[in-house]
């Protein structure tokens, strides 16, 4: 209920301030597990994901937003765990392992996840090279992957920078399904590069960035 609730009041704030253009609505599954796979320009792009899509979709979130202090530490917590964020501590040299094992309990259980496959933010608004932790969700999980393309998001928050008005776009693409290298028993390692590169170019159709490979 919580949850439902602060969607819909970030959903409203941001209809009114960002005027979010969004497209593609219909080529997100319903029902069953599910990847979003989306570039990566802005903090925000955590926030606005989840409220374009009608389903509740999990992210991983740094740890330092559950430990602050002070007024903006307690709302921070509050935030990231009302929106079921999974909390990753970057000094743990087994946070990667971790978080593909905490992302694919949520795949198991149909729940919907969202990633960024190129790690990072873009710091020169491009796309660069996606990692395969994505493509391994999806064939291990048997979990469609939604590319997602996002614009404007670093324009409304860059980073390092206060937050500013400013237009944005989210644009879903048509699922695309891992059981293809599944069922023609392509080598592991081959199906998880397949696969990304595939993901990493339904993102840049959507998106319109310059690749960086």
């Known amino acids: 209920m919580t949850y439902r609730v602060l969607k819909l009041i970030v959903s409203i704030l941001s209809a009114v301030l960002l005027r979010p253009r969004v497209t593609g609505v219909d080529n997100i ?3 069953g597990p599910v990847i979003f796979a989306s570039n990566h320009l802005s903090f925000i792009d955590s926030v606005i994901i989840p409220i374009t899509v009608p389903r509740h979709v999990t992210f991983l979130a740094k740890k330092e ?5 002070g007024v903006k530490g307690a709302l921070s917590r509050w ?4 929106m079921g964020h999974i909390p990753v501590d970057r000094n743990d040299p ?3 392992q971790r978080s593909l094992e905490d992302a694919l309990a949520v795949l198991e259980k149909g729940g ?5 496959p190129e790690g990072t ?4 608004g491009k796309l660069h090279k996606g990692h395969t932790g994505a493509a391994w969700l999806a064939l291990t999980g048997k979990a469609l992957v939604v590319p997602v393309g996002l614009k404007g998001t670093d324009k409304v928050k860059p980073i390092g920078k206060m937050p500013r008005l400013g237009r944005i776009e989210v644009h879903f693409g048509t699922p695309i399904d891992p059981s293809r290298q599944i069922e023609a028993g392509t080598r592991p390692a081959k199906a998880r590069r397949e696969l990304t590169e595939e993901v ?6 959507l998106s319109g960035q310059e690749r960086v490979d």
Not at 65 to 69: I, L, N, R, V
Not at 79 to 82: D, G, L, R, V
């Open 94 to 96: 087994r946070a990667g």
């Open 121 to 124: 933010r873009s710091r020169d």
């Open 65 to 69: 937003y559950w430990t602050g202090k």
């Open 29 to 31: 599954p319903r029902k």
């Open 112 to 116: 919907a996840f969202g990633i960024y």
């Open 200 to 205: 990493m170019t339904a993102i840049q159709k």
């Open 79 to 82: 935030f990231f765990t009302t």
